[in-house]
């Protein structure tokens, strides 16, 4: 080989050092990135310990998720029916029989765990070039679950699915031709987005021509459209061994025994994937999960605001309501009216953990005002015409004896039920705005505000109004009212 040669197979060398350290860097920094990411949503959940009741699951789930990436956690899950030898399998794998074997139906009846601890001086042959990127500080957890045809499949197979999204490597586990219903459990899986692993286990138990055609059947016509032939292994788990034996009475017979496991090829394309993107796929199935539980989460404050936002609208309504009813001066009417729609949204605002000025709030409501259109410039009209009535009303109670009193009190009613529809349509605005992240969102305010309006039932609205502000007129006054 000429210098030249070997100066290109160098620089060839040198550079293919040079992208695995990149490739290396730049996965620790994805990984960072996510720790931060995770951290930061745990410690900013914005939770009132009344939104915190029926959580207590969903958080411990999320802190455990940031657990499993401060300690770099990869968890291993295998499933399969009944009878293929999981458990086995990942008793293999550690290389001592922690999980329940046996030849009872559904021997393990819940999920199991246990800690899978690699050795650096493993003898596999081709194994010692493989590790997992940052493996003196990784630990990785096997997981065996109950098998997907057990008796109270449903409840065991939610259990599995639910696994299926926490862990990060899958191990699929057969042994022979698969049945419908080990293709539809493989299918659902499939569907959580994780790397699997198919694993035809007991090919001891075949000849070897019948073997390969099994195999050559489930790769090209069973799981051709959802696996690749690279992610499938065979193995032997627990071998039968027979051997020729002498008894006391020096007769020969079978006798048959278990034998030593043969998971090299399983063993080593675990750790391959680990070793490629190990790192990369804790961080994005924890992520993936989290969200997941995230959205739980913000669905269950956004209820639960929800329900305190409407009952602080509803408070807000018939406060502003019964202002407008009592007061006969215009010009005070609308200047106090807007006092109250004011302090509502500022309240609804702390509600929602978007605390606002009094200044952005009056910004808030002069753009739902313009986005209002009629129904503000009704309010306007209306408690204009409504006043001017009532004050002249008012004037009169002395000099007619007081039978002027009751259309004064039916114009006040009226004045404030629609004072009161205009301040609960912009409550509810206000909360969609703010239960949004303080945002209109891409359909823009007018949108926004016309969709709220078009889904409020102004007529049964301006009715509930009107009772309750009769009641309380009645009641606090002491006025009799006429239905």
């Given amino acids: 080989m000429s210098q030249a040669s070997d100066n290109n197979l160098w620089n060839f060398q040198d550079l293919d050092e040079a992208l695995v350290g990149f490739e290396q860097i730049q996965e620790q920094l994805n990984y960072q990135q ?114 997907i045809d057990e008796v109270d499949g449903e409840t065991r197979e939610i259990l599995a699915h639910h696994t299926a999204k926490q862990v990060d490597l899958i191990l699929f586990v057969i042994s022979g ?67 020729i034996v002498r008894d006391d009475q020096g007769k020969v017979r079978q006798k048959r025994t278990r034998g030593k496991p043969k998971i090299e090829g399983l063993k080593l394309k675990i750790l391959e994937i680990l070793h490629r993107e190990g790192k990369s796929l804790v961080a994005l199935n924890t992520l993936l999960y989290a969200n997941e539980v995230n959205e739980q989460i913000v669905a269950r404050k956004l209820e639960i605001r929800e329900k305190a936002a409407n009952q602080l ?53 002069q753009k739902i005002g313009v986005s209002m259109g009629g129904i503000s410039a009704s309010e306007f009209l209306t408690s204009l015409g409504l006043s001017s009535l009532k004050g002249m009303l008012g004037l009169m109670i002395p000099t007619t004896a007081g039978f002027s009193l009751l259309p004064y009190l039916s114009v006040a009613i009226t004045q404030g039920g629609v004072a009161g529809v205009s301040c609960y349509a912009i409550g509810q605005v206000t909360k969609g705005y703010l ?41 606090d006054q002491g006025f009799k009212v006429m239905e």
């Fill in 34 to 147: 996510a720790q931060d990411s995770l951290r930061n949503l745990v410690n900013h959940l914005d939770l009132t310990p009344q939104e915190q009741t029926g959580l207590e699951s969903e958080l411990n789930h999320l802190t455990k998720m940031l657990e499993k990436l401060d300690h770099s956690l990869v968890q291993i899950a295998a499933f399969g029916m009944v009878g293929r030898g999981k458990s086995s399998v990942l008793n293999a794998l550690l290389g001592e029989n922690i999980f329940k074997t046996g030849p009872l139906h559904g021997v393990t009846q819940t999920t199991d765990t246990a800690a899978w601890k690699l050795q650096e001086d493993d003898n596999i042959q081709g194994l010692q070039t493989v590790a997992l990127s940052g493996w003196g500080q990784s630990h990785i957890e096997l997981i065996d679950t109950p098998g």
């Fill in 177 to 243: 031709d698969m049945t419908k219903v080990e293709f539809e459990a493989l299918s659902q899986l499939r569907e959580a987005g994780k790397p699997i692993i198919l694993v035809f286990n007991k090919i001891d138990q075949y000849p070897e021509t019948d073997r390969l055609a099994i195999y050559e059947k489930i790769r090209d016509e069973r799981v051709k459209e959802l696996l690749s032939p690279d992610e499938i292994v065979m193995i032997a788990a627990s071998p039968l061994v027979t051997e």
């Fill in 313 to 365: 609208i509803q408070k807000a309504v018939m406060i502003k309501a019964m202002t407008i009813a009592l007061n006969p001066v215009t010009v005070v009417d609308l200047f106090t009216g807007a006092i109250v729609d004011v302090a509502m949204i500022v309240t609804l605002s702390r509600l929602y953990g978007i605390p606002m000025t009094q200044q952005a709030a009056i910004a808030l409501l």
């Fill in 435 to 475: 239960a949004n992240g303080a945002a209109w969102g891409p359909a823009g305010p007018k949108t926004v505000v016309k969709q709220i309006l078009l889904s409020l039932d102004k007529t049964s609205i301006l009715n509930r109004i009107k009772w309750e502000l009769g009641a309380k007129l009645k009641r």
